[in-house]
């Protein structure tokens, strides 16, 4: 065995750890350890000179382990790997003991603690290295195609780019069209430039491209494979209208006798049994809604087969099961509107002229249910005196906490539009006013000016009249008094963003994590915001968590880059973090399979545990339940981990 030879490099991280932790009292203490003969420090180890001075001492002491004191390996552990190799050591043979976030961050008022229990960080850390094995990262090929989950702005936007490349890409939607919630959105802020302009070219262009397979009224089923080599299971529900035959003439609407609320439209208005959602919608294509169909055969109905001349109309259309093999997945599922009948105090549901602000969306689309004017639903009279109230369903205990960002600004928009359309007397409530994009604060400041008044605070209860009018009583928290305003025509609920419908079944069936919130959680906040924890999967847009629509596409470009860069290599390395099996010792009891949370654990033709290294992700479940010890986590054996106890318990026993 070669003599152990190790490096200590202590990193100052400006003054995030050495204004607390005394570094020359750190150095005394390591430099005289068994199998350290190197001990330094600089102000940035990470930076270049820093990674400069890394490699010219692994050469001059011939150092054949590094211990790093620094921040999170999270932030740069890959650099260090890189240096290592750059220096001709194998990139494994690194230990890094987490002294900023571990220590100096959490023990900035206690200098002489922190000084401790660097100490103990490193010495551990050392005691790890000396077990240290050189590991060899294995390659994987990787398809050239891309599954998109979500048809939304996000999901358009990073197939396209995607396509362009030259990569095929499937994009699967649950609705019967591309489009997402933009495609109900009249204006976009704060420039109040038409939505549809903007979006329906994309639609239209993700149609016709010839690396798009568009999916509609379709779901993920499962996943199988792990990175460049996903096995996608897609489940289509039936259209009863035979895509590529139906001219979108309309007949067969014409002369269907039903009549149901439409769900595009805020089910502000009604559509037949069998429809199309909206005039651009894509694919171009009408579809039968059976749960409203009055019967299929001549006998009930049957009208809609007899219009079409097309002969369009599949009455035995049945679900089907679409198999894909795909790279990478992206997810841009989106997300629902808060459901505002959870506050009781707001008469949602139960007030006529309560309604929540995807319905005013509706309202004031030109191609909407009332041709662009705002009414009251009690009696579709223009309102004179209407009452915005904020955070409904967000920055809020009961329901959510976290902001939904996008509710201030559309408010702010609606609110200019109906004044500038009418001229009524519109009242914003406000806890405090989100105006965070470029041009944002402008456009309020134009807004309060146009005759919007903003009054800061709360609204507490909300009264209905004889007549349908509302009395809207809160607080005005700037005077420091209550407030009630009279005659209301209209309360519009600035409802907050909840996760999509099934974004939690999807998560279980990707293996992603969610935050406390819902949405799909990303690898890290800053560094990788729409990489997800597991290799090839990227979420993108109000799939990761509320946005608007500028920060959503550059999300969906992020995400396109980051498939992009993955399917373009061919091949990509695994890290070698997985578990391996002593097959002497597996009694094949399945125990290792059934706890397994990334499914890279099966059972081989010799009835033992067999692991797949693209798939494994090293978290040790399988280890720490194998009853025989057959499990072991490279990089993380037990020896390692014991040997970093007993150092500590050596000193403070």
């Known amino acids: 065995m070669p003599e152990t030879r190790i490096g200590v490099f202590l990193c100052h991280c400006g003054s995030n750890i050495a204004g607390v932790v005394d570094i020359p009292a750190v150095m005394e203490e390591v430099k005289d350890i068994p199998d350290v003969v190197h001990v330094e420090d600089y102000k940035y180890v990470c930076s270049k000179p820093g990674q400069q001075i890394l490699k010219d001492k692994i050469k001059e002491h011939r150092l054949n382990r590094i211990v790093i004191g620094a921040c999170s390996p999270r932030m740069h552990e890959l650099t260090f790997r890189q240096t290592m190799r750059e220096g001709g050591l194998n990139p494994f043979l690194l230990e890094i003991a987490n002294l900023r976030e571990h220590d100096s961050w959490i023990h900035s008022n206690d200098p002489e603690a922190a000084t401790e229990k660097a100490v103990d960080l490193v010495r551990m850390a050392v005691a790890r290295a000396r077990l240290l094995e050189p590991l060899e990262e294995t390659e994987v090929d990787i398809r050239k195609s891309t599954l998109v989950v979500g048809g939304g702005i996000a999901g358009i936007s990073a197939a396209l780019d995607l396509a362009d490349a030259g990569f095929k890409v499937y994009l699967v939607e649950r609705e019967p069209s591309i489009g997402g919630k933009m495609a109900r959105h009249d204006k976009t802020f704060p420039t109040l430039d038409c939505s549809s302009c903007i979006l329906t070219p994309r639609m239209a262009e993700a149609g016709a491209h010839p690396n798009i397979q568009i999916l509609t009224m379709a779901e993920v089923e499962s996943v199988d494979g792990y990175v460049g080599n996903f096995e996608v299971t897609v489940r289509q529900h039936p259209r009863y209208v035979i895509q590529d035959k139906c001219t979108s003439c309309g007949d067969c609407s014409e002369v269907c006798p039903v009549d149901v609320p439409a769900e595009f439209d805020a089910n502000l208005t009604y559509r037949k049994a069998i429809y199309i959602p909206f005039a651009q919608a894509v694919p171009s294509a009408y579809l039968l809604d059976m749960n409203s169909c009055l019967g299929v055969d001549a006998v009930r109905c049957g009208k809609c087969k007899d219009a079409c001349e097309a002969e369009a109309i599949n009455y035995d259309d049945t679900e089907k099961l679409i198999r894909l093999e795909v790279g ?200 990788r915001p729409v990489d997800s924890f597991n290799d090839g999967i990227f979420v993108a847009g109000m799939a990761q968590g509320p946005k608007d629509i500028p920060d959503t596409v550059a999300q969906a470009k992020a995400a396109s880059s980051g498939a992009m860069s993955l399917m373009g290599k061919g091949r990509i ?13 597996c009694a094949g009891c399945r125990v290792c399979v059934s706890v397994c949370p990334y499914n890279a654990v099966t059972i081989n033709e010799r009835g033992k545990a067999q692991v797949n290294p693209a798939l494994c992700k090293g978290c040790g479940t399988c280890t720490s339940t194998c009853p025989s010890g057959a499990m072991k986590s490279q990089h993380y054996t037990d020896g390692q981990i014991s040997a970093m106890i007993k150092e500590y318990l050596s000193v403070h026993e």
Do not use: W
């Open 328 to 527: 990478t997945i992206i997810v841009a599922t989106g997300f629902d509107v808060f459901d505002a009948t959870q506050k009781e105090e707001y008469g949602y549901g139960e007030f006529a002229n309560v309604v929540n602000i995807m319905e005013i969306e509706r309202m004031l689309s030109a191609a909407g249910p009332t041709e662009g004017h705002v009414v009251r639903p009690s009696d579709f009279r223009e309102p004179q005196k209407i009452v915005y109230i904020q955070c409904v369903g967000s920055r809020d205990e009961k329901t959510n906490r976290y902001c939904s960002r996008i509710c201030c600004m559309t408010a702010i928009k609606q609110a200019r539009m109906i004044r500038d359309k009418t001229g009524a007397d519109i009242y914003l409530f406000y806890i405090d006013l989100r105006t965070f994009g470029k041009g944002y604060e402008e456009f309020y400041e134009e807004t309060a000016s146009a005759g919007v008044t903003f009054i800061r605070g709360r609204v507490g209860e909300i009264i209905e009249q004889s007549d349908n009018s509302l009395v809207v009583r809160g607080e005005d928290t700037l005077l420091s008094k209550p407030i009630q305003l009279e005659d209301v025509d209209l309360v519009v609920l600035s409802t907050g963003v909840v996760p999509s419908r099934g974004a939690k079944e999807l998560a279980k069936i990707l293996n992603l994590s969610q935050s406390p919130d819902g949405f799909l959680m990303e690898a890290h906040p800053k560094l």
């Open 573 to 585: 390395s695994v890290e070698p973090y997985y578990t391996v099996v002593d097959e002497d010792k």
